[in-house]
């Protein structure tokens, strides 16, 4: 660990710019689900025991430099009190003196959440004079948004650049189960790779096969890995303009050592729909008037005895369309079967990705995961092998390495 983390700031009576990430689901006003919320607690709570004053700094949606209602923080803080145990005073905005007579009038316990930043024009922009007004009201900033870390923002980046910086405990955690899963792995390591297209996780596929010893392919981009080698996949989803990209990744694959382990068997059905009528079949077999909604028992047994090899695990993307019962089965096998293994200290398995989290625990997988991320997209930069300016720009701790 290399970034300074609350350990090494003094927080007594110190104002602390917190940047967090409560872009959390919310309906009719409602928040659906405060896993995001949770995750920030032990920073706000390191941060009042130790006499300082949180100042939560957050984005909500993509409001595009406009004022919305929707999109105001202001709903909120009744979920975010209950769940830190605090009182949270809100201010109507993220600088100026709104915002200041909120962050002078902070009382011992109470924590103050500013209006989202992306109000202002200048936060997606990463405008420096934003930045400035913000850090006007804090002493410290303390980055604990690690799912918005792949943002180059005013409130993620140019402000890190102007205040003392440290890492908060979520960030320092997410950080930690990253590094222990691609930077310096018990090996071997495998991956799973799942999801609809290869096309939007071309990078990923690529870094992975120079990382990782072992490499599942699922869901539907198999498909377009099956159709690159000759294979009829019906009509499955397919990308067959990108059947040479696929076909690139697997010989990659071949030189760095990498296993790629495509599906042997998959089951199919000629409609998506709850219960439709399906059957398993040898992947070399898929009726043209079918679509590969799952993979195979063959196959799960294949991705299972991969997992028994693993020492690591890197988890994103289901498996096959797993909303849609049966074609959940070899997911929740696999997420199950993975489950176990961390469970009894033979794995250590970090998963992320908002549909991949949402197999986990649709599979009552995701409490043994060893790490489940709060990120989808910067969970994905991070192991695509990208810099995250939100990490980039913290301070260095003072055992910080050439290596990163
Ligand atoms: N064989 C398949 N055919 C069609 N869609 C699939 C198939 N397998 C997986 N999917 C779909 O892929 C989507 C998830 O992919 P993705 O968004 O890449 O995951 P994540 O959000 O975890 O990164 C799900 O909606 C799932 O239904
Ligand atoms: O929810 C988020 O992204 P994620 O769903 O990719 O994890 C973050 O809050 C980032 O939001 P953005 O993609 O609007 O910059």
């Known amino acids: 660990m290399t970034w300074k983390t609350l350990d090494d700031m003094d927080l007594d009576g110190q104002r602390v710019l917190t940047r967090v990430d409560i872009n959390v689901p919310v309906e009719n006003g409602k928040v659906t689900d405060t896993t995001r919320m949770e995750r920030i607690a032990a920073t706000v709570q390191d941060i009042l025991a130790r006499g300082g004053k949180p100042v939560l700094l957050a984005h ?10 929707d999109m105001s923080l202001k709903m909120l803080v009744p979920a975010l009190q209950d769940v830190l145990g605090a009182d949270v005073v809100f ?9 200041q007579a909120v962050v002078d009038t902070l009382e011992e316990n109470q924590v103050a959440l500013l ?3 992306r109000f202002h024009a200048g936060e997606e922009k990463n405008d420096e004079a934003l930045a400035a007004q913000m850090a006007e009201l804090g002493d410290i900033y ?3 948004a690690f799912s918005a870390a792949h943002r180059a923002h005013a409130s993620t980046e140019a402000l890190a650049r102007l205040l003392p910086s440290c890492a908060g405990r979520l960030m320092q955690g997410e950080l930690q189960a990253l590094e222990s899963a691609l930077g310096s792995p018990e090996r071997p390591v495998l991956a799973v790779v799942g999801g609809a297209k290869v ?18 392919i699922g869901g539907g981009m198999a498909n377009t890995f099956l159709a690159s080698q000759g294979i009829n ?23 760095t050592g990498c296993a790629l382990l495509l599906p042997r068997d998959v089951v199919v ?20 008037d079918a679509m590969i909604l799952d993979a195979g028992p063959d196959s799960v047994a294949h991705i299972k005895q991969a997992i028994d090899d693993a020492k690591t695990l890197i988890w994103n993307g289901p ?10 089965a070899a997911t929740n096998a696999a997420a199950k079967h993975a489950a176990a293994r961390s469970e009894h200290g033979q794995l250590v398995s970090v998963a992320g990705g908002g549909d991949t989290v949402a197999a986990l625990n649709k599979a009552g997988a995701a409490e043994d995961f060893s790490y489940i991320s709060t990120a989808g997209g910067a969970f994905l930069e991070w192991m695509e092998g990208k810099v995250l300016p939100g990490v980039a720009a913290l301070d260095q701790g003072e055992k910080a390495t050439a290596e990163g």
């Open 60 to 69: 909500f949606g993509r409001p595009k430099g406009e004022r919305r209602d």
């Open 91 to 99: 201010a109507d905005d993220c600088i100026g003196p709104v915002a």
């Open 115 to 117: 209006e989202n930043t």
């Open 142 to 144: 303390c980055n604990d």
């Open 199 to 216: 096309s939007t996780k071309l990078d990923l596929l690529s870094n992975l096969v120079e990382k990782v010893d072992m490499l599942v």
């Open 233 to 255: 996949v019906g009509k499955s989803l397919c990308e067959h303009d990108m059947t040479d990209t696929a076909k690139a990744i697997a010989e990659k694959a071949v030189t």
């Open 269 to 288: 059905a000629r409609e998506f729909k709850a219960g439709a009528e399906n059957e398993i079949v040898l992947t070399e077999n898929c009726p043209s």
């Open 319 to 328: 498996l096959g369309a797993f909303e849609i019962e049966p074609f959940d």
